[in-house]
């Protein structure tokens, strides 16, 4: 059995480093609790590692606020790392067997619970460090392959087919195609519980990093939906700053209209925060509107002037 160092470090090199430096990512088999305690007190070995994710994130955290420098992973955005590892295992279409579809079912549940001692960001600073680990979670995709041949056919999700199969592509007729399946729907063709399950725990997990939920609202699926987390944030005059730069960089009618279906679908205990996300969302659309009224100030203002003869 794997040491908790050595584990730490496969998180480390198959998921961290490629998620934030780009790349491929490695899954390692799930985490489960463990992943809870995994990042206290250690920190990525490899000392030129650690300094090219130390300036990616930087470099990631300054498209929102002007930070020179960011704290190093903390234990709670390694427990994030290692959820995240877990619930892209739930897509692996080889985990559950003809009599084994409950192994997917419980890892959902094991994701549930390890997001669940995931607390959210303490203050503006730790939701910034924990985005510019995290920002590019929704860009990751699958490269699904088929091949067709005289005789056949075979699909292969996540790994490219075998050798022997392109072999003689001419005489045996191969054909090839490579599709990129987005993240929100590398579980489907899974039974309906378990694609239903997928993407309540991704929406979950993205709840804890609440920058990253909102840089990503108009997302296809998960639906966005407001979190504790993402309410704290903006209920805060910085948190609502960086809200909007990362909503900013999306299309302003679609993060409206996302907006205000989440606004009128809140309920519960989030139901006595309304009035903070109504101020925030009328917020973000005046401020959409004078972003787009001011190159049309600029046009009007170049019209009206009279050219000198």
């Avoid at 920190?43 to 090219?52: F, K, P, S």
């Avoid at 990503?216 to 700053?241: C, K, N």
Wanted: net charge positive; aromatic share 6%; with cysteine.
């Amino acid at each position: 059995m794997a040491s908790d160092d050595e584990r730490f470090e496969e998180l480390v090199a198959g998921i961290v480093a490629p998620l934030v430096l780009g790349g491929k990512l490695r899954l390692a088999r799930p985490f489960g609790q463990a992943g809870t305690k995994l990042g206290e007190g250690r920190r990525i070995v490899d000392a030129d590692l650690r300094a090219r994710i130390d300036v990616a994130r930087v470099r990631r955290a300054r498209l929102l606020a002007p930070v020179d420098t960011l704290p190093d992973l903390d234990e709670h955005e390694w427990a994030l790392a290692a959820a995240l590892n877990d619930v892209l295992q739930v897509t692996n279409h080889e985990l559950g067997g003809l009599f084994t579809k409950g192994r997917y079912m419980r890892l959902l549940r094991s994701v549930f619970e390890l997001c669940g001692h995931v607390p959210p960001p303490r203050d503006v600073g730790a939701a910034l460090a924990r985005h510019a680990t995290f920002a590019r979670v929704m860009e990751l995709n699958r490269a699904d392959t088929s091949v067709r041949w005289w005789t056949g056919s075979a699909s292969f999700r996540g790994v490219p087919p075998p050798k022997r199969l392109l072999m003689w592509q001419g005489l045996r007729r191969v054909h090839v195609e490579t599709q990129r399946v987005p993240l929100h729907e590398m579980c489907d063709g899974l039974p309906s519980a378990v694609a239903e399950g997928y993407q309540a725990v991704l929406g979950v997990w993205l709840s804890r990093s609440p920058l990253t939920d909102l840089g990503s609202i108009t997302r296809a699926a998960p639906v966005f939906a407001w979190s504790p987390a993402s309410i704290a944030l903006v209920a805060v005059p910085a948190g609502r700053m960086l809200a909007f730069r990362v909503l900013a960089r999306q299309r302003a009618e679609h993060v409206s209209a996302v907006l205000e279906k989440a606004r009128a679908a809140l309920d519960g205990g989030l139901a006595a925060h309304r009035a903070v996300v109504e101020e925030f969302s009328r917020e973000v659309v005046s401020a959409f509107e004078a972003m787009h009224a001011k190159p049309e100030k600029r046009a009007g203002s170049g019209a009206s002037s009279s050219p000198r003869t």
